[in-house]
């Protein structure tokens, strides 16, 4: 993994063999609406599918103030040779009090299944155990969330318990799996 900066910019750039994760920008709202529009992709991010541009847009605001607050920072995920955003993932939640963060992701359907999360999943552990001095990561997840399970486990997350309706989204009461990887116990995934 190769992390930049921009000049006149404080947003890393993470590259991949065949990954570039950087900064949202508004001209990425079409692309965001056509992944986060779909159903089968939000059913487990916790919001309803996008209708709109603004809804994108309102999205991408919410990333920048995060990252601007250093409460969070979310990478679009390109392909290499391409600027179309096919998905995002990033931390949310982080306490430097506490070197932790939650971690979170999701990607396009045409992309599933083709090692692309894997690979941004790994550029974004490494960079939060490198450069934001996290000690612990974890990630929740829906019961029925089995792809970001394996996800984690691939990784090296351990399943720490069961949060029973710890979350209310789209009018319902979710239980969720709190998963956790710290640094110690991180390796890359080749």
């Given amino acids: 993994m190769t992390t930049h900066l921009e ?3 404080t947003f890393p750039i993470l590259e991949t063999e065949r990954l570039v994760l950087r900064q949202f ?6 692309d965001m609406l056509a992944y ?4 089968v992709v939000m059913k487990y991010y916790g919001l309803a599918p996008f209708e709109s541009e603004q ?3 309102d999205e991408i605001d919410w990333y920048t103030s995060i990252f601007q607050k250093k409460t969070g ?15 995002s993932c990033g931390y949310l939640n982080w306490s430097t ?7 979170g ?13 894997t690979e941004a999943f790994q ?31 691939k990784s090296g997350f351990i399943r720490e318990g069961l949060l029973r309706k710890y979350e209310y989204t789209v009018g319902k009461f979710d239980d969720m799996y709190m998963y956790s990887l710290l640094k110690e116990d991180f390796s890359v995934v080749s």
């Fill in 7 to 9: 000049p006149n910019k």
């Fill in 25 to 30: 920008t508004p001209a990425d709202a079409r």
């Fill in 36 to 39: 986060l529009s779909d159903p």
């Fill in 55 to 57: 809804d994108a847009l």
């Fill in 73 to 87: 920072i979310r990478w679009g995920i390109t392909l290499k040779g391409t600027d179309q955003v096919i998905g």
């Fill in 97 to 103: 009090q506490h070197y932790r963060s939650e971690v």
């Fill in 105 to 117: 992701a999701e990607l396009s359907k045409e992309h599933w299944n083709k090692g692309i999360m």
């Fill in 123 to 153: 550029a974004i552990l490494q960079y939060g155990f490198d450069h934001m001095a996290l000690v612990r990561i974890q990630g929740l997840m829906e019961l029925e969330n089995i792809a970001s399970q394996k996800l984690c486990e």
